[in-house]
């Protein structure tokens, strides 16, 4: 059973920064596809950002590009996401990921696409 265990988040005023920590199993973490999504209310889940645990490349919505890092700590199977001049509009609930590690998709499309073990969701709120 795949568990994601989140932290971080909170409330913090426009342009202040966040960061989200997510750690898993080694069975999960090793050579697989893990990420961030978020979900706005009244609005679908996107993808925000993801990464291929083994060589470290992430991807980015762009929307956030230039403003969020996602990195990961092998040691401690661990992805975490730096959230840095932070907008209103990046008000959500944001959900740890990873994909099947015995069926890894490329993690660029899989920011878009492919099956998904959720974590439970960190909210984050901006204002203005």
């Known amino acids: 059973q795949v568990q994601l265990v989140e932290s971080g988040g909170g409330s913090v005023e426009a342009g202040g920064s966040l960061r989200l920590s997510c750690s898993t199993s080694?069975?999960?973490?090793?050579?697989?596809?893990m990420g961030w999504f978020r979900q706005a209310p009244g609005k679908e889940r996107e993808g925000v950002a993801t990464?291929?645990?083994?060589?470290?490349?992430?991807y980015y919505a762009d929307s956030v590009k230039g403003r969020f890092t996602l990195s990961r700590d092998n040691a401690k199977n661990a992805v975490y996401l730096q959230m840095d001049s932070l907008k209103p509009e990046d008000t959500a609930m944001y959900y740890c990921?990873?994909?099947?590690?015995?069926?890894?998709?490329?993690?660029?499309?899989?920011?878009?696409?492919?099956?998904?073990?959720w974590g439970q969701g960190t909210q984050v709120t901006v204002s203005s």
């Open positions: 990921a990873a994909s099947d590690p015995r069926n890894v998709p490329f993690c660029g499309s899989w920011l878009n696409v492919g099956e998904k073990y």
């Open positions: 080694t069975d999960t973490y090793s050579g697989n596809c």
């Open positions: 990464i291929y645990t083994g060589h470290g490349v992430a």
